[in-house]
């Protein structure tokens, strides 16, 4: 306890060689979804939040990155690339079945939910006409895949987040 600040250890949930990384929480607490490439490739695993009990949700071509679980708990979000078609934003079910790919392009990534989760958000980058990569900018997507929109911002834009919803 330092200058009223109490500190804790925080518990280590995989013991893995493997890289473990981007832990999200699903919306009741009881489970973590995360990507690790114990199975060879990049893939996405879900585990209880106590530890333990690993389980491989995510079995298509290419590999899976920054999951995100949704606010309703229906759905995980996912960054996907590595499969001949630049990279996807992508939902499927928390048991890994129904996954659907919602936005494709050279470079769209950092999905995030909006606070009723049914849309959202990513950044996607264009390549120039000098082949390198041009501005980066902010779109909106259900999750249908069928309304998408861009962001308005005055420069470029990345990493986007919501905020909790404010009671009016």
């Known amino acids: 306890?330092?200058?009223g600040v109490q500190t804790c250890a925080l518990p280590i949930f995989t013991n893995s060689p493997n890289i473990d990384t981007s832990p999200s929480y699903s919306n009741d607490g009881t489970q973590i979804v995360f990507n690790s490439d114990r199975g060879g490739t990049q893939q996405l695993y879900t585990?209880?939040?106590?530890?333990g009990a690993e389980k491989r949700i995510s079995f298509g071509d290419g590999r899976y990155a920054t999951p995100v679980w949704s606010p309703r708990g229906d759905y995980i979000a996912?960054?996907?690339f590595g499969a001949g078609s630049g990279f996807t934003i992508g939902i499927m079910r928390p048991d890994g079945s129904g996954e659907r790919s919602l936005a494709n392009g050279y470079l769209v990534e950092g999905p995030t939910w909006a606070p009723n989760g049914r849309m959202l958000?990513?950044?996607s980058q264009q390549?120039?006409?000098g082949?390198?990569?041009g501005s980066v900018t902010l779109?909106?997507?259900d999750i249908t895949g069928r309304f998408e929109r861009q962001v308005p911002t005055p420069?470029?834009?990345?990493?986007?987040?919501?905020?909790?919803?404010?009671?009016?």
Not at 47 to 51: A, E, F, L, Q
Not at 157 to 167: E, F, K, N, R, T
Request: glycine share 8%.
């Open 127 to 129: 390549p120039n006409s």
């Open 131 to 133: 082949g390198r990569t």
């Open 47 to 51: 585990m209880s939040s106590g530890g």
């Open 78 to 80: 996912f960054t996907k």
């Open 155 to 168: 420069t470029d834009a990345s990493d986007p987040a919501w905020s909790p919803l404010i009671p009016q």
């Open 1 to 3: 306890n330092v200058t």
């Open 121 to 123: 958000m990513y950044f």
């Open 139 to 141: 779109h909106t997507i």
